[in-house]
Nanobody
């Protein structure tokens, strides 16, 4: 059974920092591309950052220079370091694991989400 378990969310003041973690089980972690997405109330789920199995990274324009995604394959964990947080970063943050296959549908798994609230 595949599980992605996020942690590290919470309430933080504007300008503060948080580090999200996502521990994966039930998959061969080092062959999966990993990502963080977020969803604010009443809005669609949007990409925040992704990291490939080869550790290439990609960021949404809104978080470039403030957020950093990383992975530790030995711990089956992906991280999201969030600095200089803004109220508009408030959302539920979801971990994603994705593996593309040739000729068949991709494997696509999601965590349960962790809430990040940026407010004074």
């Amino acid at each position: 059974q595949v599980q992605l378990v996020e942690s590290g969310g919470g309430l933080v003041q504007p300008g503060g920092s948080l580090r999200l973690s996502c521990v994966a089980s039930g998959i061969i972690f080092n062959i999966y591309d990993m990502g963080w997405y977020r969803q604010a109330p009443g809005k669609q789920r949007d990409l925040v950052a992704t990291i490939t199995k080869g550790s290439n990274t990609n960021y949404a324009d809104s978080v470039k220079g403030r957020f950093t995604i990383s992975r530790d394959n030995a711990k089956n964990t992906v991280y999201l370091q969030m600095n200089s947080l803004k109220p508009e970063d408030t959302a539920a943050y979801y971990c994603n694991a994705r593996k593309l296959w040739v000729g068949v549908a991709p494997n696509d798994y999601w965590g349960q989400g962790t809430q990040v609230t940026v407010s004074s």
